[in-house]
């Protein structure tokens, strides 16, 4: 399993080598923000991205939408909280993310991504982690928005309020299944809007 892995993360560096055209955004770093100022977790694909990680990979980044006013609604709460987005794409898409997030009006804020060599392989572990690491480094973390049941299980572990978009997921205690990002804005200022 794990060779098979390595040999396609190995194809993949070649695809972006020779396929990517990128310059890094100027998108602040963790160092950059307030330790002390609200945070909101937020992943990529399937949350503000519509598509997979995967299909990113083989895709021209302006042809992949986002969801129905994510942007804009990100950008509203980004008023209100420091962003950080928390993905388990991989490193080698980072140029690409970048480039994706400045295109489609993103607000800018740091981007952490996954690497086999110093996180977990599993997504829920790994966000685990990092949102635990974060934790010491920013005390006031309070939402989390992704799409996955594994996303869930790493903010509500965290102590994070969970916003999932998936009907999948079985309805409990601080978390709300979302259809779509004005939900998200008017359910974030209700419990925290001043
Ligand atoms: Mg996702």
Excluded at 20 to 42: C, K, M, Q, Y
Excluded at 71 to 80: I, V
Excluded at 123 to 128: L, M, P, Q
Aim: proline share 4%; charged share 25%; net charge positive.
């Amino acid at each position: 399993m794990l060779k098979i892995m390595m040999r396609v993360l190995f194809i993949c560096t070649l695809f972006i080598f020779y396929f990517s055209i990128a310059t890094a955004g100027d998108f602040p770093t963790l160092d950059e923000l307030n330790p002390n100022h609200p945070v909101i977790i937020v992943d990529i694909d399937h949350t503000i991205a519509d598509v997979s990680g995967w299909k990113f990979l083989f895709l021209d980044y302006k042809e992949v939408k986002q969801l129905p006013d994510a942007s804009k609604y990100l950008t509203l709460l980004g008023q209100q909280f420091q962003i950080i987005y928390l993905t388990a794409r991989h490193e080698y898409l980072k140029e690409r993310t970048y480039k994706w997030l400045e295109y489609n009006s993103f607000p800018k804020a740091p981007v952490l991504f996954w690497n086999l060599a110093d996180f977990p392989f599993w997504s829920e572990d790994y966000k685990t982690q990092r949102i635990g690491e974060l934790k010491k480094q920013f005390g006031r973390i309070l939402f989390g928005v992704g799409d996955k049941k594994t996303d869930m299980k790493a903010y509500l572990s965290n102590n994070l309020y969970s916003f999932i978009f998936n009907e999948n997921v079985e309805k409990r205690p601080r978390v709300e299944i979302v259809k779509n990002w004005q939900e998200i804005y008017q359910k974030v200022l209700s419990l925290y809007g001043h």
